[in-house]
C-alpha cells in the first residue's frame, strides 16, 4: 500500500448531466428535448425507461450540494440543458431555466465549490432536430447564440466553461450506429454532424472571447484509441484508423491540424468545411477535458467500414461489461499532453458501473473503491511524469439515467432509490472523501 498524495491545487469535483439527473421534463418552460422524444420509441431504452424524473436534482439540488460538500468534492461538473435555457431552440430567453442554474451555482458557491457548466451533454431541443439536428449547419449557429446567453446571464456564476461532451457520442452514437437520440444509422449524417459540432464549438469559444469573460473554457472529449491486437503491422495500422476516425477527427482540428489524412485519404471520407471553418473550430482553448473508462483492442478487418474490429481482451470487466485499463488512462494523457502540446487537462469523468445493492444501510461497492484507486495511481503517475493534469471529476455523482441502459445501471458514488429517491452515499464516497482530504493510502 502507498500514500498517494496530490497537490492542493488539484481539483476535485464529481459530475452529471442535466437530462441524467435533472427530471422536471415539462416545468417552468422547458420544452423536448431528442432525449424526451428518443426515450418514446418502443424498445430503444432498456424497461422502457425514461428521464422525465431522473434523480429530480431539479428540486432537490440543495440536499445534493450538501452532500458534496459532506464528501468534501470542490467542484461540481453540470451540464445545462439547451431546451429549459431556450425551449424554442433559439430566439426567446426562458428565465426560469436561467435562474435554476444561476441559483445552483449560488447554492455551490454558499459551500466553497466551483462551479463548472458543460453547455452541451446531448439534449439538443427536438424542434432543432426537426430542422436536421446536427446534420444542419445552422445548428452551429444557433448553438453559438444559445452558448452566449448562458455566457452572458451565467457568466458571473460559472467558474469553468466546457462547450460539448463527447461529440464522438453526438454524432456517431446519434447518427451512425443508431443507439443515442435521435437514433439514425446514416454515415453521411454522422460526418456531417462530425463537422457541424466541431463548427459549433469554435464559434461558441468565440463568442465567449467577445464577451471578454476571464474564466477557462474548453472541450471534453471521449478519446478512443484502441491497441492493436498483435504486433503485426495491419493490427498497428487498425490500431491508428480507430483512432483517427472516433478521436482525431475532433482532436486535430481543435488544435489546427485539420482532419486526418487517415479519414480524408485512406479511408476517403469527406466532411462540409466552407470557407474559414477550420480556423474558427481552432480558436484557442484553456484546457483540454478527458473522458476515459476503458481501453480495448482492434484487429484489421478490411471487410468492415473503417477496415478495424474490435476484438476480445483479457481483462476483468465493469457491469457495462467494459474492460478495466487503468494504463490505458496513462497512455492516454500522454497522448493528449503531446498531441496538444501541453494544454492543461482535466479528467472530466472516469467511474466504473457496478451492481450495487443496499445491505443495513450501506451499500460496500468496493470493485469501484479499487477501480478509482487504480486510476488515482495513474493521475498522479501522469503528473509526476510531466503532463498538466490539474483535476479529476469522478462520473458519477448520483446514480442516474444511463442513457439507453435506462436505470440499470449504476455508476454513482452515492446511491439512489428511484422509487423514493432516497441518496445513500456508498463506501466509494467516503473514500473519496479521504483521498481529497490528503490522508488516504492506496
Sequence with gaps: MQKVVFDKEFLWGCATASYQVEGAVEEHGRKPSIWDTFCEKPGAILNGDDGSVATDQYHRYKEDVSLMDELGFQAYRFSIAWPRIMPEGKGKVNEAGVSYYRNLCEELHAKGMKAVATLYHWDLPQILQDEGGWTNRETSYAFAAYAKVCYEQLGAYVDQWITLNEPFCSAYLGYLYGEHAPGHTNAREAFDAVHHLNLAHGLSVKEFRKIGLSTPIGIT???IAPRPATRKPKDRKASELARAITTEVFLHPLMGKGYPSLVTETLKITFPVQADDMDIIAEPIDFIGLNYYNEGAVAYDEEEPFAYREVPVWQRTTDMNWPIVPYGLLRLLHYFDDETQGLPIYI??????????????????????DYLNQHFAICKQAIDEGVKLKGYFVWSFLDNFEWAFGYSKRFGVVYVDYETQERIIKDSGYMMRDVISGYCEF
Design 348 to 369: 472530466t469523468e472516469n467511474g466504473c458501473a457496478a451492481n450495487d445493492v443496499v445491505e443495513e444501510g450501506r451499500v460496500h461497492d468496493l470493485m469501484r473503491c
Design 221 to 223: 472529449l471521449n478519446p
